[in-house]
């Protein structure tokens, strides 16, 4: 993991908001990765310590659930859903075709910041799989052909 070094004050307010317990460790690392765009270690340090929470906890909550990332993620996370239904009709498709447009595979963010590609294993929308999310969008029966539409790249942009 490399080190990010960041402005702390954003972090320091987040935690101004919530009783400095382990009770509110979930929520002030959604409000830190909603601000940052992941967990900084220097912000995850400074939650250990206002919540008096041991910092293996605070690592240990950071990796076991999706949500959190200890890199920076793109402006748009891209997910594929890879469960079952999706991968029969052809998620590992979707996922080849971003790698070609924006070069890069799944957990990489592209150098300009703009997109991390995620597999993720269940969407619970298999009636419409292959099921593709770019930010809060969900595109169903997705196709290689339409991933420039998807992501608001190109010509297609204004045909939705």
């Known amino acids: 993991m490399e080190h990010h070094a960041v402005d702390l004050s954003q ?11 382990e009770a509110s460790l979930i ?7 909603r601000s940052y765009r992941f967990l900084p270690a220097d912000a995850l340090v400074r939650v250990a310590d206002t919540l008096q929470v041991p910092l293996a906890k605070v690592f240990s ?8 990332a200890l890199e920076p993620q793109g402006e748009t996370i891209i997910k594929i859903c890879m469960g079952t239904a999706c991968h029969i009709r052809g998620a590992g498709q979707l996922v080849e075709e971003l790698q070609r447009k924006l ?3 799944p957990d990489e963010t592209t150098d300009d910041m703009k997109f991390t590609v ?4 269940c969407v619970g929308a ?3 799989a292959p099921v593709m999310i770019v ?13 420039e539409k998807y992501l608001g790249l190109g010509e297609a942009e204004n045909d939705n």
């Not at 972090?11 to 317990?21: N, V």
């Not at 929520?27 to 990765?33: A, F, G, H, K």
């Open 103 to 105: 070069g890069v595979g």
């Open 61 to 68: 909550v950071s990796t076991f659930y999706k949500a959190f």
């Open 135 to 147: 930010g809060d969008s969900y595109h169903g029966a997705a196709k290689p052909a339409r991933i």
């Open 27 to 33: 929520q002030v690392l959604q409000d830190v990765q």
């Open 118 to 121: 995620k597999t993720v294993n």
């Open 126 to 128: 298999c009636a419409m």
């Open 11 to 21: 972090t320091d307010e987040i935690l101004s908001k919530y009783p400095a317990e």
